[in-house]
């Protein structure tokens, strides 16, 4: 099933990595010490933050990376590593991450262009990580975040992950009920996850079962006649409404309904009536099938009596925003004692140098627009070496010298931040169609640098283009 | 790492599916046969065709399928499964996949509504595979025929994936690399892609190489000591055509440059005039940066002078459509010796009942508007015991009783078969935005069951709906 055990971690990675490992390495380089950043470049049309998310497999891999005796094999003989000295793979053999990492917890709000993660190290370890930091980081990061918007708009109103299935591939789906969690779902169907995790898990019947039986009443009562007054019944296999008539006109127990097509909000007022009729108030309405942010937020504001949503294509594969503008750029090397730090000039693609930190400024700040107390006002995008009073710092360190620094929080834990920092994100930032854009700015230090970098590479001074003005 | 082990797959399923295996255990089902075919509900607006892909994936998982002690052990703490008879967790320790498995070949044209995989089995089996299944296949199919959309506009220059750092996480890379060979791309960056499968693997060099040294030209030199004549060099770090022109002034041996940012036609124009003024025509440019079929389609039909592209987030997101509506439906089940056709009538998702064949019908075809000799014309959805002299069959046997019934193909092989087969649908039907879909009718024996099963549940027959009439 192609494990991913650790003598395999080393080769996920693109090959330019290892290119770049056996030049640093040729050429002597591979003492330089370098830091990395990773962020995204700038958020989809449809996304007004980000909820980070992944950091504890990213942890994981590193603590675990390295490179089997077959894999070193597979190098050895690879066509584009051929120019490359033996003892290169010697080296590679034994390389562990030895570096340290700064992130920003799981679970916090972020912007465009904030670092998620730094990673310093010997440029080798440092650069090869590249690959799985990025699709792990960002990955995660999309479906906390989508996950985030369709639980603030379900008004109370549990969201249950049911992707796996559409994911891309299952261990996306493991990825996915995670990272939903964190986002704020109350579980997920996916059992791994549940073992793995301990993510509550839900789940009851499918119209197999249904089908398995000639008749749909037999269906409900042989699956009661299990399950008992837990059950929650499908039945919406031939006709929604002539199902829940047909589960109540049996006197089955039965603790909910669950409606998988048709008009959700006629269905759900059609069904709820029956139910109260029956003097069954209790029986809760379940909802699945194509649903996101925005259907749930339509069926809500028409007060559809449902009470649990069950998401899986949009929420798993972020369908209107299936990929971040992740970046990972060297911003600082220092080679032979000399520090010196790098930006990238490309056509609309400019990185700005150095180690960074993002500092939140909350509640009232002086001689600007007042934010209630508590409220986060903006953000600077600065230098590490910075320091303001009033702001809180994001990045964390995370591992010294390839040694985690404390235990990572509890899933429970990162689900209560993700909330607590939404709530404190003001309203018009998180609306679903936010045109408020939250304020980030990049401090004096930071611009500068950025033209000192310049300066080296192009004769005259350029604006730097993409930065807001307030 | 979280491990995908044998042990471990039995848990890769929804919570949904081993609630009903309980049930069909307690209510003595267990026995019965079951027939479930997955299938595409409809083509996403933006595709015309599927290149089915990811069946190597699911065998492997057909006969892989257990649960270790720890996951019984897990299972049988489950709350919603405290109702169930402990006898039944026994059972499950011992399961093992031991049914049949009818598929169309990876790397075969299919539509919506086609069988991609047909499994009969006891209904356990049958029923707690579904999750892994629908993931695998719809995901790799997904990636298989975004591929192979960007090929075809390539005009027989070369596509390499290069995007598991964009991928739902590194697995979601691994298979998006398979099945984008399988669609025709010439390799991939991922390395473990190519140590598991030999795929090709490329990649020289990224933006932190260039900026790790303090000189660009130092940086080209460096690597170029490295790597020789085999050299790619990524010329845009700070401006591309200066970048071309450092290369060329060096003197240095590269056989390619790598552009990643900017306006691709007019950088591409002047990097192949600089390198033709110096007498470099055998320099290829390699094109990479937020490329999919269509940019590709633009750039070529403007002549842009690029050789190679690279291409990520677009391909293995497949970002215009990264879900299917893949099912997984029961069509026939055998209880107690009585064999039983099923179906589903929700609104707007009807499934046929039965155990399905696809016919393919090539060539001339009398009455019907001929098409080229070989090319397909029509495909008949129809019953498995049916037959049809003129048509090519698509689903064939893969696993009986648990046994792979003969090896399956190499990815040179799949890749082959789904460059044949997409030579021989008609050109109407796979351009970028085909508007004329397609013909795949119902044959009369599949309608007729149809009926049958529904007169079962609704008083009055209806005209099905969804069904194209020709």
Same mark, same amino acid.
């Given at each position: 099933?192609?494990?991913?055990?650790?003598?395999?971690?080393?080769?996920?990675?693109?090959?330019?990595?290892?290119?770049?490992?056996?030049?640093?390495?040729?050429?002597?380089?591979?003492?330089?010490?370098?830091?990395?950043?990773?962020?995204?470049?700038?958020?989809?049309? @449809?996304? +007004?933050?980000?909820?980070?998310?992944?950091?504890?497999?990213?942890? /994981?891999?590193?603590?675990?990376?390295?490179?089997?005796?077959?894999?070193?094999?597979?190098?050895?003989?690879?066509?584009? #590593?051929?120019?490359?000295?033996?003892?290169?793979?010697?080296?590679?053999?034994?390389?562990?991450?030895?570096? +340290?990492?700064?992130?920003?917890?799981?679970?916090?709000?972020?912007?465009?262009? /904030?670092?998620?993660?730094?990673?310093?190290?010997?440029?080798?370890?440092? @650069?090869?990580?590249?690959?799985?930091?990025?699709?792990?980081?960002?990955?995660?990061?999309?479906?906390?975040?989508?996950?985030?918007?369709?639980?603030?708009?379900?008004?109370?109103?549990?969201?249950?992950?049911?992707?796996?299935?559409?994911?891309?591939?299952?261990?996306?789906?493991?990825?996915?009920?995670? +990272?939903?969690?964190?986002? =704020?779902?109350?579980?997920?169907?996916?059992?791994?996850?549940?073992?793995?995790?301990?993510?509550?898990?839900?789940?009851?019947?499918?119209?197999?079962?249904?089908? &398995?039986?000639?008749?749909?009443?037999?269906?409900?009562?042989?699956?009661?006649?299990?399950?008992?007054?837990?059950?929650?019944?499908?039945? *919406?296999?031939?006709?929604?409404?002539?199902?829940?008539?047909?589960?109540?006109?049996?006197?089955?127990?039965?603790?909910?309904?669950?409606?998988?097509?048709?008009?959700?909000?006629?269905?759900?007022?059609?069904?709820?009536?029956?139910? *109260?009729?029956?003097?069954?108030?209790?029986?809760?309405?379940?909802?699945?099938?194509?649903?996101?942010?925005?259907?749930?937020? $339509?069926?809500?504001? @028409?007060?559809?009596?449902?009470?649990?949503?069950?998401?899986?294509?949009?929420?798993?594969? +972020?369908?209107?925003?299936?990929?971040?503008? =992740?970046?990972?750029?060297?911003?600082?090397?220092?080679?032979?004692? @000399?520090?010196?730090?790098?930006?990238?000039?490309? $056509?609309?693609?400019?990185?700005?140098?150095?180690?960074?930190?993002?500092?939140?400024?909350? =509640?009232?700040?002086?001689?600007?627009?007042?934010?209630?107390?508590?409220?986060?006002?903006?953000?600077?995008?600065?230098?590490?070496?910075?320091?303001?009073?009033?702001?809180?710092?994001?990045?964390?360190?995370?591992?010294?010298?390839?040694?985690?620094?404390?235990?990572?929080?509890?899933?429970?834990?990162?689900?209560?931040?993700?909330?607590?920092?939404?709530?404190?994100?003001?309203?018009?930032?998180?609306?679903?169609?936010? &045109?408020?854009?939250?304020?980030? $700015?990049?401090?004096?230090? #930071?611009?500068?640098?950025?033209?000192?970098?310049?300066?080296?590479?192009?004769?005259?001074?350029?604006?730097? =283009?993409?930065?807001?003005?307030?």
């Amino acid at each position: 099933m192609n494990a991913l055990t650790p003598q395999r971690a080393g080769l996920i990675t693109d090959l330019y990595e290892l290119t770049m490992a056996a030049g640093y390495w040729q050429s002597g380089k591979f003492r330089d010490v370098a830091t990395f950043e990773l962020s995204v470049r700038s958020l989809p049309p @449809q996304r +007004s933050y980000l909820l980070a998310a992944g950091l504890e497999q990213v942890v /994981e891999y590193l603590r675990e990376l390295r490179f089997g005796p077959e894999e070193i094999d597979f190098l050895r003989k690879h066509p584009a #590593l051929a120019p490359v000295k033996p003892e290169f793979f010697d080296f590679l053999a034994g390389l562990r991450f030895t570096g +340290s990492v700064w992130a920003v917890p799981e679970g916090t709000v972020v912007f465009a262009e /904030e670092p998620l993660l730094r990673v310093t190290a010997p440029i080798i370890e440092a @650069q090869i990580v590249e690959t799985y930091l990025l699709a792990m980081l960002t990955y995660q990061t999309t479906v906390a975040t989508k996950a985030s918007r369709m639980v603030q708009v379900a008004q109370g109103k549990g969201i249950v992950e049911f992707g796996t299935r559409r994911a891309h591939g299952s261990h996306a789906g493991w990825l996915a009920s995670r +990272s939903s969690f964190i986002g =704020g779902c109350r579980g997920t169907s996916n059992v791994l996850a549940g073992f793995d995790l301990g993510i509550p898990t839900y789940g009851t019947l499918a119209h197999s079962w249904m089908m &398995s039986f000639e008749e749909e009443e037999d269906a409900f009562r042989q699956f009661t006649q299990v399950y008992g007054a837990d059950s929650v019944l499908l039945v *919406d296999t031939y006709d929604s409404v002539e199902g829940v008539r047909k589960a109540l006109h049996g006197n089955l127990p039965f603790r909910g309904v669950r409606l998988d097509s048709g008009n959700f909000l006629e269905t759900s007022r059609a069904v709820r009536k029956i139910l *109260d009729a029956a003097g069954r108030a209790d029986v809760q309405i379940l909802a699945s099938g194509d649903l996101n942010e925005y259907a749930i937020a $339509e069926l809500l504001g @028409q007060e559809a009596p449902i009470d649990l949503f069950g998401v899986g294509t949009d929420l798993v594969t +972020s369908r209107d925003a299936p990929a971040l503008s =992740g970046v990972y750029k060297l911003v600082e090397i220092e080679s032979g004692g @000399q520090k010196r730090a790098t930006a990238k000039f490309s $056509e609309s693609k400019i990185s700005y140098p150095g180690a960074k930190q993002v500092f939140r400024f909350p =509640g009232r700040f002086p001689g600007r627009t007042a934010a209630p107390d508590g409220q986060y006002d903006h953000d600077v995008l600065g230098l590490a070496s910075e320091t303001y009073a009033d702001a809180e710092t994001l990045l964390e360190r995370v591992i010294e010298n390839g040694e985690l620094v404390r235990p990572l929080p509890s899933l429970e834990q990162l689900q209560a931040r993700a909330a607590g920092n939404l709530a404190r994100l003001p309203a018009r930032h998180r609306q679903l169609e936010a &045109s408020d854009s939250y304020p980030v $700015e990049k401090s004096q230090a #930071l611009r500068d640098l950025l033209e000192s970098v310049r300066s080296h590479y192009f004769a005259a001074p350029v604006a730097a =283009g993409g930065e807001k003005k307030r």
